[in-house]
């Protein structure tokens, strides 16, 4: 029987540092921190001096958080009180204590629902996803993962909602029924985490797709994604993870003295910093090369020394497959007895992950915490209503107390007061309508735009004498749309547009619409900008280097690329909005017209410009000249490719444009909540 390991999920968490740095960093702030006084400055140097000794010490990570933790109540910091239990639960997490992380991450869930703090929300529900996932219960494990793609999708967190599309990935993955959806996510997280540089969303990224080749057979692409992934991860402690996974691939291909190496130095590793999990993970590795090599003996040692970790972390998945593995090997030594009684264990723990009754005990779990939550609330409850009891009884006898004429001035500034509240309600419900109906309004039209229509109820166009127009277009599309369902279509062109969307944001410029496959966009509207030809062409150049990249993956896949041409022209434009209903930012005029032209006469991949826009660029980009196009109205208009950015006077540091933050993370454990 061919024994699979658990994906590779919840790598220890992103960011991991030299060993020597973090000491310096430890002494430092042990120093600082003695000399400090109770405030928020104190909690949160307290925390970061907690993630110091989590890869090393996860003790020491929890004596400091739950220092912070005391120090924050007692300040009333209640951001610091979320943030110290959510490391508390990290320590227990290393450990493999997955109870005592589920009881510390829910509280951190509760404090941060209580500040309506969405981004951390969302981190908080996927950490606890991934618990669930630890323990075996894949549908939990789901259904947390989702909840915090929806957070993450509403309020526009890039980082969140690519972080939440890889954990589910990584669920999905799990089961071969489901290897299609795992790799629908992958393939969008992985162009993602290259683009943003990130060596941590890299590493994660690539070893589940490399993960997912192996799966599927295809042994050529799965060394080459985990060979990506273990350079990605060097000198971090998510190494073990590739180790693990090249060492498998060995032993499946019988290159067993590659495959002992590769797991011995993950065994290692994982032992020196005492994580238990990825010490199972080697050990099941190692036990499975001697399986294959019929070195019983050796395979029997590897499987008793992963038996006892993995009982004591609770670790589902892995005690399976250790089950699995002694029974076999017993079998194989012709001990009958021990083969049967591990037999029988297997039968008991398959059980426990796959069927009903597991779902019920983790529900359970939920539900005991549920019911302390709401038996303190009802206890709360309870001595408010004995006060407001007394509030009666005193009332009761201060009114027979009072004169008539008293009580009748009381009882009209009560309904005075009541009408000035009843009026406050109703202001702050249509003040919120309000912000409300300003955020849908500024999503579809430009703020000065918006401002004049709701002054005057109409806009006036304006004349533009120098904006830059560009046009994109998918070659090909309606042949490739013809292969994809309408779903797939829109989901497909959704991931591409929000791309093109956050670009053309980080350079200020301003979406016009989209026509199908084809996007529009110019600068220098609503707003003059002198350098709208400059920023224009960067963001052109960065929309081809997206495309680039995930076309890289679609070919790893097996899919067709997909091929852009851009076009972009330089000239006068009206802008405006016109009609009464669907309100739409529009422009219009000859320049719309010719940029329209640049991009169908280009070609897929270059960035074709007209001589004007060329005129306004060229001391920043190398262009080519390629020819002429005749223009109806217009003549004779040259043509350019630009290559490649020549001196571009956005590159001076006070020009920068900060870029919406695409950096993505495999199955995330996130220690880095503020």
């Not at 990570?61 to 490391?87: P, Q, V």
């Not at 073990?240 to 290159?255: F, R, V």
């Not at 109703?426 to 735009?449: F, G, M, S, T």
């Not at 909005?577 to 017209?593: F, M």
Request: with cysteine; net charge neutral.
């Amino acid at each position: 029987m061919k024994m699979k390991y658990c994906i590779w999920l919840l790598p220890l968490l992103v960011f991991s540092q030299c060993c020597w740095a973090q000491e310096d960093d430890t002494d430092s702030l042990k120093s600082v921190i003695s000399s400090l006084p109770e405030n928020d400055n104190k909690v949160n140097l307290l925390l970061r001096l907690s993630k110091n000794f989590l890869n090393d010490d996860p003790n020491h990570t929890i004596e400091y958080a739950k220092e912070a933790m005391d120090l924050a109540t007692k300040i009333n910091f209640e951001k610091g009180i979320a943030l110290a239990l959510k490391d508390i639960g990290l320590g227990y997490y290393v450990q493999g204590k997955y109870l005592e992380t589920l009881e510390y991450w829910q509280k951190s869930l509760q404090t941060f629902d209580k500040m309506n703090d969405s981004a951390n929300i969302a981190r908080l529900l996927s950490n606890i996803g991934a618990v669930y996932f630890n323990n075996g219960d894949d549908s939990k494990a789901l259904e947390y993962h989702l909840k915090s793609l929806r957070v993450a999708e509403k309020i526009m967190d890039t980082l969140r909602i690519v972080t939440a599309m890889n954990n589910i990935g990584v669920v999905y993955m799990n089961k071969s029924a489901t290897h299609g959806k795992a790799m629908q996510y992958f393939l969008k997280a992985v162009p993602l985490s290259e683009l943003s540089g990130d060596k941590p969303a890299i590493g994660t990224s690539t070893v589940n797709l490399g993960e997912l080749y192996f799966d599927s057979g295809d042994h050529e692409k799965a060394l080459f994604y985990f060979q990506k992934s273990l350079e990605a991860y060097k000198n971090s402690v998510n190494i073990t993870y590739s180790l693990n996974s090249i060492g498998k691939l060995y032993t499946s291909q019988g290159n067993y003295k590659l495959a002992k190496e590769f797991h011995e130095r993950a065994l290692g590793i994982a032992t020196k910093l005492s994580a238990r999990q990825d010490m199972v993970i080697s050990l099941l590795g190692l036990a499975g090369m001697y399986m294959k090599q019929e070195n019983y003996t050796a395979a029997l040692s590897s499987y008793k020394q992963a038996e006892p970790i993995a009982k004591e972390i609770n670790a589902g998945h892995e005690l399976k497959n250790t089950y699995e593995g002694l029974a076999l090997t017993y079998s194989k030594l012709s001990d009958y007895s021990h083969a049967y009684n591990y037999q029988t264990l297997l039968t008991g723990i398959k059980d426990t992950l796959y069927n009903v009754e597991s779902d019920k005990k983790m529900l359970g779990l939920q539900f005991d915490f549920e019911i302390q939550k709401k038996e303190g609330q009802i206890t709360l409850l309870q001595k408010d209503k004995d006060l407001q009891e007394l509030n009666i009884k005193r009332e009761k006898l201060t009114k027979n107390a009072l004169l008539a004429g008293f009580g009748l001035i009381l009882i009209i500034a009560f309904i005075l007061l009541r009408n000035y509240r009843s009026k406050v309600k109703v202001n702050k419900i249509l003040d919120q309508q309000n912000a409300e109906i300003q955020h849908l309004i500024l999503n579809v039209l430009p703020a000065e735009v918006a401002d004049e229509l709701q002054k005057n109820g109409h806009a006036t166009p304006k004349y533009y004498e120098s904006v830059s127009v560009m046009f994109t277009d998918i070659v090909g599309f309606t042949k490739i749309a013809d292969t994809l369902s309408a779903q797939e279509v829109v989901a497909e062109l959704n991931d591409v547009f929000i791309a093109f969307d956050q670009i053309i944001e980080k350079y200020d410029l301003e979406k016009i619409k989209t026509i199908g496959d084809s996007y529009m966009c110019a600068g220098g509207i609503p707003r003059n900008d002198e350098l709208h030809a400059v920023k224009i062409v960067r963001a052109a150049l960065d929309i081809r280097e997206y495309m680039a990249i995930t076309n890289e993956a679609r070919k790893a896949a097996g899919a067709s690329p997909w091929e852009l041409r851009i076009g972009i022209h330089s000239g006068p434009v009206v802008a405006g909005v016109v009609g009464k209903n669907k309100y739409a930012y529009d422009i219009w005029g000859s320049t719309v017209n010719i940029a329209s032209r640049m991009e169908s006469n280009g070609q897929p991949g270059q960035i074709n410009i007209s001589a004007s826009a060329y005129e306004l660029v060229k001391e920043n980009y190398d262009c080519t000249h390629r020819g002429k196009i005749f223009a109806k109205n217009v003549g004779e208009i040259d043509m350019y490719f630009v290559k490649e950015k020549q001196n571009s006077i956005l590159e001076n540091p006070q020009e920068i444009f900060d870029f919406v933050n695409l950096k993505n993370e495999k199955h995330i454990i996130d220690r880095h909540l503020s």
